[in-house]
T-cell receptor, first 112, second 111 residues
């Protein structure tokens, strides 16, 4: 059983560009959450998708947007990149409701 | 929103000794508390979790305790081994299954 997968592994962008990160959830999971982890910090919740809709959102600007597809996979989009957006972006999947979240390996984004 | 504090930020122990990491949270409505282990270059891996209807949970060398009155919970690792070296994060559920994480504890087990 494949766990949560994310692509790409690493990404380098310049300020002002746009980026799309991808996530495939663990088999049987229908809910995807995205987190940003700055160096030396704990992950911070960005938003959560269920039934192709954003259900919960953390304290992130609307430059951060997402999408969930009918097969439960998800994308995270970040527009107008800032240097401060450099971080490890983590995707976690779960079943809807109070359930354990399983994390993928993350995408390391570097903004120059 | 939920605020989770974690201590210590770094912890070094001799192989075979025990390690304890403590966390406090602010939202009394939180009722799910997972612990994750993160190794270099990898995503967080769930090692144990506890829900508010229990006070303690054990899984081999790992245990978690929860005190809802005081709003704190702790991770206990006994008989530590070098492969336990990693960064450990506590988290509290903020509602609708979104997690608020502590700042992490870097555990080093010295052979």
């Amino acid at each position: 059983d494949a766990g949560v997968t994310q692509s790409p592994t690493h990404l380098i962008k310049t300020r002002g560009q746009q980026v799309t990160l991808r996530c495939s959830p663990k088999s049987g999971h229908d809910t995807v959450s995205w987190y940003q982890q700055a160096l030396g910090q704990g992950p911070q919740f960005i938003f959560q998708y269920y039934e192709e809709e954003e259900r919960q959102r953390g304290n992130f600007p609307d430059r951060f947007s997402g999408h969930q597809f009918p097969n439960y996979s998800s994308e995270l989009n970040v527009n107008a990149l800032l240097l401060g957006d450099s971080a490890l972006y983590l995707c976690a999947s779960s079943r809807q409701g109070p359930d354990t979240q399983y994390f993928g390996p993350g995408t390391r984004l570097t903004v120059l | 929103g939920e605020n989770v504090e974690q201590h210590p930020s770094t912890l070094s122990v001799q192989e075979g000794d025990s390690a304890v990491i403590k966390c406090t949270y602010s939202d009394s409505a939180s009722n799910y508390f997972p612990w994750y282990k993160q190794e270099l270059g990898k995503g967080p891996q769930l090692i144990i979790d506890i829900r508010s209807n229990v006070g303690e949970k054990k899984d081999q060398r790992i245990a978690v305790t929860l005190n809802k009155t005081a709003k704190h919970f702790s991770l206990h690792i006994t008989e530590t081994q070098p492969e336990d070296s990693a960064v450990y994060f506590c988290a509290a559920e903020g509602g609708a299954n979104n997690l608020f994480f502590g700042t992490g504890t870097r555990l080093t087990v010295i052979p």
